[in-house]
């Protein structure tokens, strides 16, 4: 089996008309979210190699020094799949774009370290 680490990412935009929402209705998103997300989270159990976990703030570091930036990163969750496109499969339907503002999961394939 291979490895694949999945993304959950989101607009700034879809995150700011979230906010917008009336509280109560938010609340019963983000209720429904979280058992959907838990059902999903047992469904696929035997493929998830580490459940992975929310994301927070973001620091950039390069040669300029370190800044506070805003990405769509949201959580990560890494799976265990034959292929790419089953890894891919596991995500249809997935909670973080279907109730959560999420706008998409990206897939990809861990690759092995190249040797030293």
């Known amino acids: 089996m291979k ?5 959950f990412l989101g607009s700034a935009e879809a995150m700011d008309e979230w906010k917008t929402l ?9 209720r429904a979210g979280m058992m ?5 989270m047992t469904e ?8 992975g976990a929310p994301l927070g703030k973001t ?13 769509e990163l949201g959580a990560y ?9 089953e890894a891919a499969k596991l995500f249809v339907g997935h909670p973080h774009y279907t109730i959560f503002p999420g706008d998409r999961v990206e897939v990809m394939e861990c690759l092995p370290m190249p040797a030293m």
């Open 36 to 40: 959907a997300w838990g059902e999903w």
């Open 77 to 85: 969750v890494v799976v265990q799949a034959e292929s790419h496109e």
């Open 3 to 7: 490895k694949f680490l999945a993304v």
């Open 22 to 30: 009336d509280e109560a209705v938010r609340k019963e998103r983000e």
């Open 44 to 51: 696929n159990a035997e493929s998830i190699v580490d459940q």
């Open 59 to 71: 620091k950039r570091v390069n040669s300029s020094g370190i800044d506070d930036i805003r990405n």
